[in-house]
């Protein structure tokens, strides 16, 4: 006797459930138009100096339409190595690149949308095809896909994906986060200099960060190879410290055939060296950077990070961290030789003056000039009314602090510029939430991450500090609440010098 094990067409509605992140999506497209050029790079090579171009690949997204489209003019495909790349599963021949599980195109199109067209037309042959694929009409069945033709002549090659009918839709930070992420993900490529890749227009580039690297007293660079082996899988790559600390850019960037599976601005940070929990804001965490290749693992399916075999994260860690040790400590000297650093005297004089001259200015003589004020009613009404909306809202992000409180913080994007910098609420009596408008005017001065932190630091701790005077004294006396405040900016400095291994 037996049973017919099977998968059905309507598999293909599940890619849609699959746990992307729209920037690891866009890269499966990339990932397949590099990698077609690396398998024909001699052919390719040749025709782009011909033309006088290289690769390229533009991403282009409409929000509106629902329209993400993706033109490369890599090798393009015949025929049969369409039809073969509308198999799913079916790796392709050479797997150990960027192109591996025979999924990409398929899980990241439908994932993202339920109508996709594939055009192409290969290099030397003189016909483009042009296939549209349907999520629900394949899954109830219908796999037989009509191809169309068109005659193009021989010299021409690409490959144009054009996804409609969108299961979500991106906007506001999440696209400025698509560039980050891309422009991250394919360094490699940028510093060899041999892909071009736009985004809505723009190419996409990275910045090396050599020069904010700490230098030792003869002047070298805190920044040193490494490489070794876990059971015959080689791990290569370097480690720096940054001189000055960036949250942001410190960790690592897991590279893959090339490609940032996992970086910045998500670095990894393996937990023996930059603690659990995704790392603390100590020096470790602030300063210690790198990256490393680890070809010889596997990815996941999505290709967001290193698929670990059985304890080999924790073999990997422990390696880099044995190769690595002298800039870990290294790491955690730098703000010790410079202790109690802060601004310099110049620098305070700078931001003095800055500051004088706004506080002398004929607009602020105007703005205290201002004698009809809105009722505190009026006040706390509005303010009432643009929270109550918000809350309903998915939170940026959201921070338990002990069994008393909850911080929940919303960075809005759709308030008006005429609306409050900041806004506070707690409806429960362990839980602030804390809007911050992104739209107001001041916003737009702050420079840096340095500058964002700082604002958004104040922002949450006067929200905090007010919570803590009036449920645990009763009391919103100004003085009270500066006096919890003063105890809250002190909190920074502390994890910076407490020691991870203690
Ligand atoms: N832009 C492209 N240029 C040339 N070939 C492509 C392109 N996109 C996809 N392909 C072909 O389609 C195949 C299937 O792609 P995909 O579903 O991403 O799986 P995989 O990349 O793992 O093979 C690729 O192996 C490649 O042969
Ligand atoms: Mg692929």
Redesign the pocket.
């Known amino acids: 006797m037996s049973v017919k094990f099977g998968i059905g067409n309507n598999t293909i509605r599940s890619y849609r459930r699959l746990a992307y992140t729209p920037w690891h999506a866009m890269a499966?497209?990339v990932?397949?138009?590099s990698?077609?050029y690396f398998n024909n790079k001699a052919t390719l090579d040749e025709a782009y100096a011909a033309a006088g171009e290289k690769l390229h690949v533009h991403i282009a997204y409409d929000a509106d339409e629902g329209v993400l489209s993706?033109a490369?003019n890599?090798?393009?495909?015949n025929l049969e190595?369409?039809a073969?790349?509308l198999r799913?599963g079916?790796?392709?021949e050479n797997?150990d690149g960027?192109?591996?599980?025979?999924?990409?195109?398929?899980?990241?199109s439908c994932w993202i949308g339920n109508v996709w067209t594939?055009e192409?037309k290969k290099l030397g042959e003189d016909t483009a095809y042009r296939v549209t694929i349907d999520v629900e009409k394949v899954a109830d069945g219908e796999e037989d896909l009509p191809i169309q033709t068109f005659s193009k002549p021989a010299d021409l090659h690409y490959?144009l994906?054009r996804i409609t009918a969108h299961n979500r839709r991106f906007h506001g930070r999440t696209l400025g986060k698509i560039k980050e992420f891309l422009s991250s993900m394919y360094r490699e490529d940028f510093r060899a200099g041999i892909m071009e890749l736009r985004w809505q227009g723009a190419i996409l580039s990275w910045d090396e960060i050599d020069n904010r690297l700490l230098r030792d007293k003869s002047g070298a660079l805190y920044k040193m190879p490494f490489n070794f082996e876990i059971n015959g899988k080689k791990a290569s790559g370097w480690a720096g410290v940054l001189e000055t600390g960036g949250r942001a850019y410190a960790g690592f960037s897991i590279i893959h055939s090339g490609r940032v599976v996992k970086g910045y601005p998500d670095s990894w940070r393996p937990e023996k060296i930059y603690g659990g929990g995704g790392g603390r804001n100590d020096l470790i965490n602030q300063r210690l950077i790198g990256e490393i290749h680890l070809d010889d693992f596997d990815v996941s399916h999505t290709k967001d990070d290193i698929l670990w075999y059985n304890d080999e994260e924790e073999q990997v860690e422990a390696k880099l961290e044995e190769a690595i040790k002298d800039y870990i400590a290294a790491a955690r000297q730098v703000k010790k030789n410079r202790s109690g650093d802060g601004p310099s005297e110049g620098e305070i004089d700078a931001a003095l003056a800055a500051l004088k001259q706004e506080l002398l200015s004929k607009e602020m003589i105007d703005l205290i000039q201002v004698d009809v004020v809105p009722s505190e009613e009026d006040i706390k009404n509005a303010r009432h009314a643009i929270a109550a909306e918000i809350i309903g809202t998915e939170p940026d992000f959201i921070a338990k602090i002990g069994e008393q409180l909850q911080v929940a913080i919303f960075i809005e994007e759709g308030m008006s510029l005429n609306d409050p910098y900041v806004i506070y609420e707690s409806a429960k009596p362990d839980q602030v939430c804390v809007i911050i408008n992104q739209n107001h005017p001041h916003f737009s001065q702050i420079e840096g991450t340095e500058g964002v932190a700082n604002y958004f630091r104040h922002c949450i701790y006067d929200a905090i500090a007010e919570w803590q005077a009036a449920r645990k004294v009763g009391s919103i006396d100004p003085d009270t609440i500066k006096s919890f405040k003063d105890g809250l900016l002190r909190v920074g400095i502390r994890i910076e010098q407490s020691d991870p291994a203690a």
Do not use: C, H, W
């Open positions: 499966e497209f990932d397949n138009s990698q077609a993706i490369d890599s090798i393009g495909m190595e369409l073969r790349a799913v079916i790796p392709p797997a960027r192109s591996r599980y025979g999924m990409g195109m398929k899980t990241a594939v192409t490959t994906i």
